[in-house]
């Protein structure tokens, strides 16, 4: 084994998170790679993409967003994570996870206004603070139903039930997904909320229920960790400043780590804003503020795959750890490359538009796999010799 490079020696660090002891400072973000099966059950190629990605070295890795029930259910292939029947799969790739020494963590959800299937959109309820119609895809525009206090309820206990599933099936922590305009960020969100009862006069108000329910329904040694809405990027939405003031609340509720992210699907189609995940660093900014605001570890993201930035990060303590997804999607072997010192093995993600973005619907695949891979439709480990060869 080759020595790891000086200048990447901070990103090598082990970190105590909690009970928890990370071998890195290095951790897969969730991506919905959308493997599971039809009604929502994981899958064994879903243990197999998320095993690969664990043997590669990363500390933690945070499993794509599972469904916390199904009126919070976003793609056709998505998990659920909301009845005991779900148990066995689930325990299996936890375990997975853990057998390659990753801390294996689950990102629990409900997608509100973005809840599919999107075909007949307005057939069914789809909950949101206030039916405000937005552009769902070109061309097509859509109104959510507002959401009962009743429901409020039931999506608060759905998410706290997912949690003691997860905690269950023997994960080390869930991840709620508090951004991107799904339902607990959209309370946030002056342009999707006017409601004119208590969850409207506090915006923070759904979520904070939310974190407090999940945290009473685990162990003080699960660890709760929140995808933190950091900035809407529309005129008049939730911005960078409504987050860090947001960012310093989550430790007195139990927050064990925070995961900036910014945009919404609606804002990320604006003019200014199209193309964001493609721009080197993209919430950088945002993030090493949260970092300094909140008490909670902050792990940032997006566009950080040269190991010189993510170690430049870490070193000078913008973040703790340094999340990758499409990177690890590409390549799960980027961290152990960049530990062994073998920088010109990585297999980089480099394509526009993204091709995992265009294949979600039926199952994600990457352009960067030997098309071995690319032909069955997912990079387990049987194919690991290929792409370490480059085939
Ligand atoms: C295909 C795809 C699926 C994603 N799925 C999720 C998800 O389930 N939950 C989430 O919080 N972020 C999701 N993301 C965002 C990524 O976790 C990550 O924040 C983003 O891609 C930027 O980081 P990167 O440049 O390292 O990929 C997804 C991104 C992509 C491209
Ligand atoms: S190479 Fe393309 S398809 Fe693969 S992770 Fe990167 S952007 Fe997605």
């Known amino acids: ?45 879903m243990i197999q993409h998320y095993g690969r990605r664990a043997a590669g070295g990363a500390a933690m890795i945070i499993v794509e967003n599972m469904a916390v029930d199904t009126s919070g259910r976003q793609l056709p292939r998505q998990a659920l994570i909301d009845g005991r029947d779900r148990l066995p799969k689930l325990t299996e790739l936890a375990a997975e996870i853990k057998r390659h020494g990753a801390v294996a963590i689950v990102q629990i959800v409900h997608a509100g206004r973005y809840a599919g299937p999107w075909d007949e959109y307005e057939s069914r309820r789809r909950l949101a603070p206030s039916a405000i119609g937005f552009p769902l895809l070109p061309g097509l ?68 229920r939310v974190i407090d329910a999940v945290r009473a329904a685990v162990s003080p040694e699960f660890l709760v960790g929140y995808h933190l809405f950091a900035g809407e990027l529309m005129p008049g939405g939730w911005d960078a400043d409504d987050a860090i003031a947001f960012s310093t609340l989550l430790p007195d509720h139990g927050v064990d780590f925070v995961i900036p992210m910014v945009s919404t699907f609606e804002s990320l189609r604006a003019e200014a804003n199209v193309g964001l995940f493609g721009r080197p660093q993209f919430q950088r900014d945002v993030s090493s503020q949260i970092a300094r605001a909140c008490s909670a570890p902050v792990f940032t993201n997006g566009q950080l795959a040269d190991p010189d930035l993510a170690a430049d990060i870490v070193m000078a303590g913008e973040a703790a750890m340094v999340g990758l997804g499409r990177p690890i999607l590409a390549d799960p072997e980027w961290p152990i490359k960049v530990r062994d010192g073998r920088l010109d093995e990585i297999v980089a993600c480099a394509c526009h538009p993204p091709r995992c973005l265009q294949t979600q619907l039926a199952g994600v695949v990457c352009s960067a796999w030997p098309s071995s891979a690319q032909d069955c439709g997912f990079l387990g480990y049987e194919t690991s010799e290929e792409l370490a060869h480059g085939s």
Do not use: W
Request: glycine fraction near 8%; include cysteine.
């Open 141 to 208: 525009r859509v109104t959510p139903q507002e959401i009962t206090t009743e429901e409020i309820e039931a999506a608060v206990q759905s998410f706290a039930y997912s949690a003691a599933l997860a905690e269950e099936a023997g994960f080390d922590g869930v991840e709620i997904h508090g951004a991107q305009g799904f339902l607990i960020s959209s309370f946030q969100s002056p342009r999707m909320n006017l409601r004119v009862d208590d969850y409207g006069r506090e915006p923070n108000k759904f979520p904070l």
């Open 1 to 45: 084994m080759a020595d790891t490079n000086a200048r990447h020696r901070a990103l090598f660090e082990p970190f105590q998170l909690g009970a928890k002891s990370l071998r890195n400072r290095i951790l897969m973000t969730p991506l919905s790679v959308c493997y599971a099966t039809g009604d929502g059950y994981v899958s064994n190629q």
